[in-house]
């Protein structure tokens, strides 16, 4: 089991260890500060969770502060960062965890060439002309279909399809169920017929990428659908022919992106999130949850909402929509009023006149 004293925790992290009686505590595991024991190290970022700084059974904490506490601290300006590289410290190389070697079922067209060092396993299928790079894991049941390559230190898990030509870089993560160029979907109306758009383009996926479970990335009618270096994508997103998504941009859970749009670098498109087609998303925006894209956003800016606006708009919308009830509600009432003022009114008139 690994073990590291806080002393050597606090130079990785390059953090300030608050206190030096607990330099020699050792540390054997990570974990969140209500579930951590003794041995284990948390971290401390948002200020709901300063009530376990007091039950936590943890043997040290990494934090942004000094706080009152009966455990040694580690204060570094970002906890979570720090934490995820303490984490790395305890974490087994998932590329470790399988055997090298091809399982006698996998499947292998003698043309593909396999790099050094590969991991296939049982009923994969390995069609014509596949490149597969040096130690890549290719997990159980997966489809790779002619022409298509991937790279250096990839890790593809159980089910996935990637589809004819697509390319794959290095260092990409795909989880189960994703399917890599599946046709982009594309009709034209012939009378009352639908009639297909041949997809004859290709997806590519830069170093880097990581692709969640379930996730759909559709090949270009012509061209490439291009997922650049380290972008980092959800479960459950659609992500439609002819896109581009720029380096290091994030989609969560079920997003989904219409045909031809290009992402910027940087982009966060949060859970659930829709983009029209055609449009461009600037570098550094970030569309909130839900958000319904309908035309180009300007880079470093931040929208929600449907029609997306920008996020400050679209929040005082959101409270006076909250406000319509009780609004209705004064306005009939001052609507009475008003009424009552007319007839009042008229009532006076009409006795003037007799």
Do not use: W
């Not at 069609?127 to 890549?136: E, M, S």
């Not at 990581?210 to 959800?234: Q, S």
């Not at 998504?245 to 290009?262: F, H, P």
């Not at 319509?324 to 009409?350: A, N, W």
């Amino acid at each position: 089991m690994a073990s590291y004293s806080l002393e050597e925790i606090a130079r990785l992290v390059d953090g300030e260890l608050l206190g030096g009686e607990g330099k020699e505590i050792k540390i054997t595991g990570v974990a969140g500060i209500k579930e951590a024991e003794k041995g284990d190290i948390t971290f401390l970022v948002s200020a709901r969770y300063e009530e376990y700084l007091s039950t936590t059974h943890a043997s040290a904490i990494i934090v942004s502060s000094k706080y009152d506490t009966h455990i040694p601290m580690i204060k570094v300006k970002e906890p979570y960062l720090a934490f995820l590289k303490v984490l790395r410290l305890f974490t087994v190389d998932t590329l470790k965890r399988y055997e090298r070697g091809i399982h006698p079922t996998a499947v292998i067209d003698k043309s593909a060439k396999i790099g050094r060092d590969v991991a296939i396993g049982a009923y994969a299928v390995i069609d014509k002309n596949v490149v597969i790079g040096n130690r890549t894991t290719i997990l159980p049941l997966t489809c790779i279909c002619g022409g298509a390559s991937v790279g250096d230190d990839c890790l593809i898990y159980p089910e996935v399809v990637i589809r004819e030509g697509c390319k794959v870089g290095n260092r990409v993560i795909i989880h189960s169920g994703a399917v890599i160029g599946s046709d982009g979907f594309g009709y034209a109306r012939d009378n009352n017929i639908n009639v297909k758009i041949p997809q004859i383009g290709i997806v590519a996926l830069e170093d880097d990428v990581e692709v969640g479970a379930n996730t759909t990335i559709d090949r270009a009618t012509t061209g490439v659908t291009l997922v650049k270096r380290g972008v980092k994508i959800d479960n459950l997103v659609q992500v439609a022919h002819n896109v581009v998504i720029g380096e290091d941009s994030i989609l969560a859970a079920q997003v989904g992106v219409s045909g031809s749009t290009e992402i910027g670098r940087n982009v966060i498109l949060a859970g659930q999130a829709g983009l029209v087609g055609h449009i461009k998303i600037g570098d550094r925006a970030m569309v909130g949850a839900q958000g319904g894209v309908t035309k180009s956003i300007p880079p470093d800016t931040q929208v929600s909402g449907y029609p997306a606006r920008e996020h400050t708009l679209a929040k005082k919308i959101y409270a006076v929509t909250a406000r319509l009830p009780e609004l209705m509600k004064e306005f009939r009432e001052l609507q009475k009023k008003v009424e009552d003022l007319e007839k009042g009114l008229k009532g006076g008139s009409s006795a003037e006149n007799d």
